[in-house]
Nanobody, 120 residues
Framework: QVQLIESGGGGLVQAGGSLRLSCAAS?????MAWFRQAPGKERDIVAE????????YYADSVKGRFTISRDNAKNTVYLQMNSLKPGDTAVYYC???????????????WGQGTQVTVSS
């Protein structure tokens, strides 16, 4: 029912640089998240944000460098990535929950993926 379209921010960046990913939803969403999957590795959660934007969770590997935020008026979630490292290289996927729920959150809708490559 809900389509997630990722745009902007992806591409090649040098270590220490910054990128901003955007993901627009076609309908109402609740919790939203960013995941990433590096070549040959499992898909890992990067950051989560609750429906209101007041609660965020981060993987330890990105804490202090990445910020998840949302603009509900635009039905959009963002991932601001600073101080990028080569280990951040992955395909990044946004995700959204279609209902309100208690933790742990699960996700019903997925974006198409955005390649982020960080060179050393």
């Amino acid at each position: 029912q809900v389509q997630l379209i990722e745009s902007g921010g992806g591409g090649l960046v040098q270590a220490g640089g910054s990128l901003r990913l955007s993901c627009a939803a076609s309908g109402r969403t609740y919790a939203m998240a960013w995941f990433r999957q590096a070549p040959g590795k499992e898909r890992d959660i990067v950051a989560e944000i609750d429906w209101s934007g007041t609660i965020q969770y981060y993987a330890d590997s990105v804490k202090g460098r990445f910020t998840i935020s949302r603009d509900n008026a635009k039905n959009t979630v963002y991932l601001q990535m600073n101080s990028l490292k080569p280990g951040d290289t992955a395909v990044y996927y946004c995700a959204a929950a279609g209902r309100l729920m208690a933790r742990p959150w699960s996700y019903d809708y997925w974006g198409q993926g955005t390649q982020v490559t960080v060179s050393s």
